[in-house]
């Protein structure tokens, strides 16, 4: 393979050789430029010419302070970034000064708007805009709106399918004898973004507190636990911050998406599914679900997406580690701060399917354990993902709207770790026919749980189904507040409605795998309800479960009860069983009776993960019948909190003290303790450690910061160690004006 070197204006670059069916080398980096004559001459240049005496351009003023015009108009004051940044199909004005008055009877002179290393006027990447006298809405020109002595000022309208990214502006002047250009100015770079607030964009939103909540606001709230015992913690998004911006550009430059294709949401998104895991493409995180976390941050401790996309955008190297709510939350930080309105979506109870059958295979034992060995697939406690909205011209009419984005490697598509965009719309009616992944996602909140046991003769038999157990409950934050809204309902119909029957059979009539149940091989024992409770815990404590039985016949029962208490990962995958439990139950005619089993700290804590989850079987034998009952469910202990304070009143710009303490509760000594605090607009991350914090003291943890935003502010700390994680504290504060 030979290489042909060619110099440039930023470095020597080793160029592949063109390939057969292209002119020119894919242009797929933002970062990279051609180099632009300044002087473009037509032919032989005569003697006497001086570019002196022909109009010149002196200053081009771009008005892109946060107070201006431009910043305020367009939604992007907020970014931390000296350069212009406008919104896509909305007007923005530069000033330009020339080295006399402007003649338009003679004088001629264009905007040209560059973008990569090979800028094509087809593919968007140059944009050459003419002086007009009208702006058509949507689309490219410019037109004069004062004057004044050697200065004239221009309003630009950008196109509605404009690519997203930065260009570099040039002003071009006629001669008779060649083009003049202004030199190349870093200074009057324009980064273009999505604008939700125009109605001819893709992304367009029509409500404004809406696009409040989904675009501009920078922090969030992940939701996890358990359907039984909801948990909510803050997330920093951050898309405003420093380097933030350049970071998002960077990922898609990252996954070599062609310039050309940077306007179109969909797209962007898929792409960006692919790039947020570093499976196979080495991207941004790199996930971790076994518990062990070395030379790298364990996913609980992190508070925000601004490390990540910062760390990966000067290391270029997957940043470790990640668990789903981690990816989430840096493909949220992504998709607003391109101008995506997004949302972080959390499925409680979420099928984990590796075959996309709609049927999860738990398979049983003799004894009525579950076999371990042969069950593969999973129930995560919970699992998180996203939503971005945006029209879908490429599916019939109906299926815009939010689309869901996942980031998390679960499994591949088309070859990749990535997930979506796939309409909601779609999932809720069954229209998994329609592209990307939505038969996938459909599974994930509503597939059916199978317990199956395997006769000695290979035969399976089919014990007991539960039809509700997966995809119960799917909520996002609420808008404009930090409660939790509930979007159950825009995924499925209600359950056991005409409806969801409808949905279902519409998704298998569609490909998606369901294998039908014949009568013979499953009768369920229906005259014996079982059901199974956790008591509310705290970490350290012991607790009790209760397991009850309602005998709805006449007749006298005994079932024979195996209890399994598992310490599982969020995602249900089990590490160890701590805890096992037998005991003969006698079912009196027409009554319920309850059994209690006392769980003691002792014998969970040595083996216990980060987020606290158990998982309990109950199988019971009606041993008159032979029929088993079987019921699982998924509990979590109460996990203590950090307490954060701060002396006096915020000003914007004047030093303060902010406090955090933290008391341990275990019986035990904790080590190596990493704290780390952060807030947008307020102080960036800072993390510190500590040696070790015996068993009921308080840690006290005092951090001096300059807050530079005024307005309603969120402070997030977090606390990592081996034997202690997910552990938070959040408060909201009023930075004063100074």
Sequence with gaps: MYRMSETMSTNEEKKLPLNGRRAIPPNNSNDEENEVPEMEAFGLIPRGFNPRDYLRVEDIYMFKDPHEINKQEHHTDKYYNPKLIVRRGQSFQIQIYFNRPYKPETDQFWLEFLMGRYPQQNKGTYIPILVGNVLKPGQWGAKIIHRENNSIRLSIMSSTTCIIGKFRLYVAVLTPFGILRTRRNSATDTYILFNPWCQMDAVYLDDEKEREEYVLNDVG??????????????????????????????????????????????????????????????????????????????????????????????????????????????????????????????????????????????????????????????VWNYHCWNEAWMTRPDLPVGFGGWQVVDGTPQETSDGMYRCGPASVQAIKHGHVCFQFDSPFVYAEVNSDIFYTKMEKNGTQVVESIDTTHIGQLIVTKEVGGDGMMDITAEYKFREGSDEERLALETAVMYGVKKQSIQDTTYQPQTDVE?????????????????????????????????????????????????????????????????????????????????????????????????????????????????????????????????????????????????LRLEGPGVLRTIKKQFGRIPMNSTLTWEVKCIPMRPGLRKLIASLSCDALRHVYGELNVQVQKP
């Design 221 to 378: 709230i992940v939701f996890h636990g358990n359907v039984e015992d909801i948990k909510s913690r803050s997330w920093s998004y951050g898309q405003f911050e420093e380097n933030v911006l350049d970071a998002c550009l960077f990922l898609m430059d990252k996954a070599e998406l062609e310039l050309s294709g940077r306007g179109n949401p969909i797209k962007i998104c898929r792409v960006a599914s692919a790039v947020i895991n570093s499976r196979d493409d080495n991207g941004v995180i790199a996930g971790s679900w076994n518990n062990t976390y070395d030379y790298g941050v364990a996913p609980s401790a992190w508070t925000g997406s601004v490390d990540i996309l910062l760390e990966y955008y000067s290391s270029k190297q997957p940043v470790r580690y990640g668990q789903c709510w981690v990816f989430a939350g840096v493909f949220n930080t992504f998709l607003r701060c391109l101008g995506i309105p997004a949302r972080l979506i959390t499925n409680y109870s979420s099928a984990h399917d590796n075959n996309a059958n709609l049927r999860l295979d738990f398979f049983l034992d003799d004894e009525g354990k579950v076999d371990t060995r042969l069950t593969k697939d999973s």
């Design 530 to 674: 079982m059901d199974f409770q956790a008591q509310k815990a705290v970490l350290g404590n012991d607790f009790k479960v209760t397991v009850t039985f309602r005998n709805k016949s006449r007749n006298s029962y005994t079932a024979t009860t195996y209890l399994s208490g598992n310490i599982v990962f969020y995602t249900g995958v089990t590490k160890s069983e701590f805890k096992k439990h037998s005991f003969s139950a006698k079912l009196e005619p027409s009554s319920s009776s309850s059994f209690d089993i006392v769980i003691k700290s002792s014998e969970y804590m040595s083996d216990l993960l980060e987020q606290a989850s158990f998982h309990f079987f109950v199988t019971a034998r009606i041993n008159e019948t032979g029929k088993i009952l079987a019921v699982q469910k998924a509990t979590v202990l109460e996990i203590p909190t950090l307490r954060i304070k701060t002396k006096g009143e915020l000003v914007a710009g004047k030093e303060t003290s902010v406090i955090v303490e933290f008391t341990n509760p275990l019986k035990q000594t904790l080590e190596n303790v990493t």
